[in-house]
């Protein structure tokens, strides 16, 4: 059974940072990509930042270039997504997927098998 646990969420003001952890219960961890997506009322979940299986590969959406640093720390069956210069507009729930296949095709929610519960992040102006 796949388990995936979200923390790190919580409240910060604008200019802030975060740091966001997925950690899974996978006994093959090291096979899975990882993505890190959120969600808010009324909106599609998006893709920010994917992971390969080593880690030594990762994408992530053009508009949180150079504010989000997703990493893995395998040994710990463990993801990680920095979040720096935070907006009012990061206001979401975030959420990590895990999937086995070729990270560079994993873009859409659909294509994710397990999913965390998610957490709440909460930027104020």
């Known amino acids: 059974q796949v388990q995936l646990v979200e923390s790190g969420g919580g409240l910060v003001q604008a200019g802030g940072s975060l740091r966001l952890s997925c950690a899974a219960s996978?006994?093959?961890?090291?096979?899975?990509?990882i993505g890190w997506f959120r969600q808010t009322p009324g909106k599609e979940r998006e893709l920010l930042a994917r992971?390969?299986?080593?880690?030594?590969?990762?994408y992530y959406a053009d508009s949180e270039k150079g504010r989000f640093t997703i990493s893995r720390d395998n040994a710990k069956n463990t993801v990680y997504l920095q979040m720096n210069s935070l907006k009012p507009e990061d206001t979401a729930v975030y959420y990590c997927?895990?999937?086995?296949?070729?990270?560079?095709?994993?873009?859409?929610?659909?294509?994710?098998?397990?999913w965390g519960q998610g957490t709440q992040v909460t930027v104020s102006s």
């Open positions: 997927a895990a999937q086995i296949g070729d990270w560079r095709q994993l873009n859409r929610p659909a294509e994710y098998s397990y």
């Open positions: 996978i006994r093959t961890f090291s096979s899975y990509t």
């Open positions: 992971i390969s299986w080593s880690g030594g590969s990762t």
